[in-house]
């Protein structure tokens, strides 16, 4: 009961989600919450660790659809964790950069209230050939926990995988084939059987899906100045889940 009476009175929050226009309500996570997320990063394996996030934006988040953060579009599901994170610990994070071009660490303060999203219009459908196109949808938790990892690259194994599970449905001519009543395997049979152009059509969606990212500025040892752009939930993994410094 004395836990409920403090949740009760911690501060609440709304914001608009990017991708699905979404109103929610969030408060910060409480010191249980914020160790469960430490044990978790330290521990765990990418499913569990995934699965503590998933935790947390619940109990702390209400207007969520199905009151599951899983089935929000990705980028939604990384700026909502970094709003929470933002007011349960400062908008301020110092942190320590690797400069990818002389490999120093820096250290740096980052603002996470100047975090962007990239490209907010995205066109869900791609068009195949004259009469075949296939609508997307983005990928949420629920597919990456699917796939036990995250930010698969073209040629990498998985990524026909990631492509089948952003499929929505299939237009073709006048028939129209929804993901939901079709069997995974036919939609992965499916991309296998198009042509190398039309597979370069589809890995376009995925790289043109909204993520948060933020451009860093610093300086080398030797005096040049130089920028780094953090993009992603990897990116901003090791500033999410930096809590006491």
């Known amino acids: 009961m004395l836990k409920e009476l403090l949740i009760e009175k911690t501060p609440k929050y709304t914001e608009i989600l990017p991708c699905s226009q979404k109103r929610v309500t969030y408060r910060p996570f409480v010191v249980r919450e914020e160790k469960n997320l430490m044990i978790a990063k ?6 569990n660790l995934m699965t503590t996030v998933q935790e947390v934006i619940n109990s702390c988040t209400t207007g ?5 953060c899983k089935t929000l579009p990705f980028c939604d599901l990384e700026y909502l964790f970094l709003k929470i994170r933002e007011k349960s610990l400062g ?30 219009k ?3 459908k791609v068009k195949l050939d004259a009469s ?29 995988e990631l492509l089948a599970l952003c499929v929505k449905e299939i237009q073709a001519g006048d028939e129209t084939y929804y993901a939901k009543d079709v069997q995974e395997q036919e939609i992965t049979q499916f991309i296998e059987s198009l042509t ?10 995925l790289k043109e899906i909204p993520t948060i990212e933020q451009n860093i500025d610093y ?27």
């Open 219 to 245: 300086v080398t040892s030797d005096g040049t100045k130089r920028n780094l752009t953090l993009r992603g939930f990897t990116d901003f993994l090791e500033l999410f889940l930096v809590m006491q410094i």
């Open 91 to 120: 908008e301020v994070v110092d942190c320590i950069i690797t400069c990818p071009v002389t490999g120093e660490r820096i250290p740096t303060k980052i603002d996470l209230q100047k975090t962007k999203i990239s490209n907010k």
């Open 132 to 160: 075949i196109s296939v609508v997307m949808q983005q990928p949420t938790l629920e597919t990456y926990l699917k796939l036990n990892k995250f930010e698969i690259k073209e040629e990498e194994d998985g990524i026909i």
């Open 42 to 47: 330290e521990t765990s394996s990418f499913d």
């Open 122 to 124: 995205i066109n869900n």
């Open 64 to 68: 969520i659809p199905e009151d599951d």
């Open 196 to 205: 190398s152009k039309q597979f370069k059509s589809l890995l376009g969606f």
